[in-house]
């Protein structure tokens, strides 16, 4: 059979041939229909003999699914339509938000060299704007009132249409979006852990070891309560900037004798030698399914689920910069622990917890919910909705411990204080 228009038209044809499609088929159908000039002989050969899934709980009923397809046409794991975009006269372009920061450009560029391997006919664009929070450097996280921070900007553009994708370093998404938005992928976590930097005087010195007085910078509340709690001769001050700023502030001024930054933010920018936290999300349109589809791949299981408990956790305790709130996660075993913590400003009181659950997590990429995907923010329809709903129970139920245990007042102060200082 040629290749041309025709010829694409027949073989598409329901009467063209005597047996009932099955509804994979049909949704294949009229899904490429489209393209009938372009990839006719592509589908032909494609539906030319039928062969059956191999996964038992495929919701095709047999017949032909996404899933066989992909593996019979050698690109596991991807959409069908990443090979397609290849035969298009014109390659579709995924315009890419992202911060102007140093270290946003090299999260995002990560991000878009994986989506280019996965997808190679489509092309990529990045687009760097500054949001509220790269704008105000003269004011500390926690007085500036205003959620959003380091989104607001990224995600207008998202709903206007300008980026297609926006990639976060999560710990700057709120863990209520809002309508229309959601967190399409969560990428591998590198190291959640903070650490400390020292001013090149103090080389070789731990915070333990600083003279009295010495001042340590950081710009959340959660590590100036934690360290103010277990160092009480050192004092702490807001620090505000990129990496690239706060970094020389500590070299070339004298204010700070160290100063707090995420482990994964330094490794990232490649300063191994100085040495959310460490996760990276994708917030797309949450109505775009052609979008949620093409950045679904990028989503970590573990991470996903230590993800969920975490933003359960701090949902429902409300958690934000303004109060000195903590959480971890670790999997071992098939156990999710999960370890919370609340903090006065001054480190003098706290709550901490831990609880752990039973959570299966899915050896690769699997059929998850078809409606109302969404749990604190993220929707994965590619993970099955029990260790979701596992995982959020998790963070819930630890959130609740610690208000029964007297957290909320101790928020409750914390709030007050930072709103009165």
Avoid at 7 to 13: G, I, L
Avoid at 155 to 167: R, T, Y
Avoid at 340 to 353: A, F, H, P, R, T
């Amino acid at each position: 059979m040629s290749g041309n228009g025709n010829a694409a038209a027949t073989a598409w044809s329901p009467s063209h041939s005597q047996r009932s499609k099955s509804p994979a088929e049909t949704h294949l159908l009229n899904y490429y229909r489209g393209w009938e000039a372009a990839v006719g002989p592509y589908i032909t050969s494609l539906l030319a003999e039928p062969w059956a899934c191999a996964q038992t709980n495929c919701r095709a009923g047999g017949g032909h699914c996404h899933a066989e397809i992909r593996k019979r046409w050698g690109a596991a794991n991807l959409p069908l339509s990443s090979q397609l975009e290849e035969n298009s006269p014109k390659m579709r372009v995924i315009r890419v938000g992202t911060r102007k920061s140093q270290l946003a450009r090299i999260q995002t560029d990560s991000v878009v060299a994986t989506l280019k391997a996965l997808y190679p006919g489509l092309q990529f664009e990045i687009i760097a704007m500054s949001t509220t929070g790269d704008k105000i450097l003269d004011t500390a996280l926690s007085k500036i009132g205003e959620k959003s921070l380091f989104t607001k900007e990224l995600e207008h553009a998202l709903e206007k249409n300008e980026v297609d994708l926006v990639v976060h370093s999560l710990k700057d998404l709120p863990t209520v979006l809002p309508p229309g938005f959601t967190i399409g992928a969560i990428c591998k976590r590198e190291n959640p852990h903070d650490a400390v930097v020292f001013h090149p005087k103090f080389v070789g010195k731990t915070l333990e070891t600083l003279p009295e007085k010495s001042v340590v910078g950081t710009s959340s509340l959660r590590r100036a309560a934690q360290l103010q709690r277990k160092f009480r001769h050192l004092e702490f001050r807001s620090i505000r900037g990129n990496l690239n700023t706060r970094l020389r502030k500590l070299d070339e001024q004298q204010e700070f004798s160290a100063i707090i930054l995420a482990t994964a933010g330094l490794q990232r920018m490649g300063w191994h030698n100085r040495v959310g936290q460490g996760a990276l999300g994708v917030e797309v349109r949450a109505k775009d399914q052609d979008i949620l589809d093409l950045v679904g791949v990028l989503h970590d299981p573990e991470t996903l689920l230590r993800c969920i408990a975490e933003r359960a956790f701090l949902r429902h305790l409300e958690g934000g910069c303004s109060v000195p709130v903590a959480v971890h996660t670790a999997m071992k075993d098939g156990q999710l622990y999960l370890t919370g913590g609340v903090w006065s400003l001054d480190g003098s009181d706290s709550i901490q917890e831990t609880m752990q659950a039973t959570i299966h997590v899915p050896a690769q990429h699997e059929d998850g919910p078809e409606d109302d995907p969404q749990l604190v923010g993220i929707t994965a329809c590619n993970i099955p909705r029990g260790p979701q709903l596992a995982a959020q129970n998790l963070g819930i139920s630890l959130a609740n411990l610690l208000l029964s245990k007297g957290a909320k007042n101790i928020l409750d102060v914390a709030r007050q204080l930072n709103d009165a200082h």
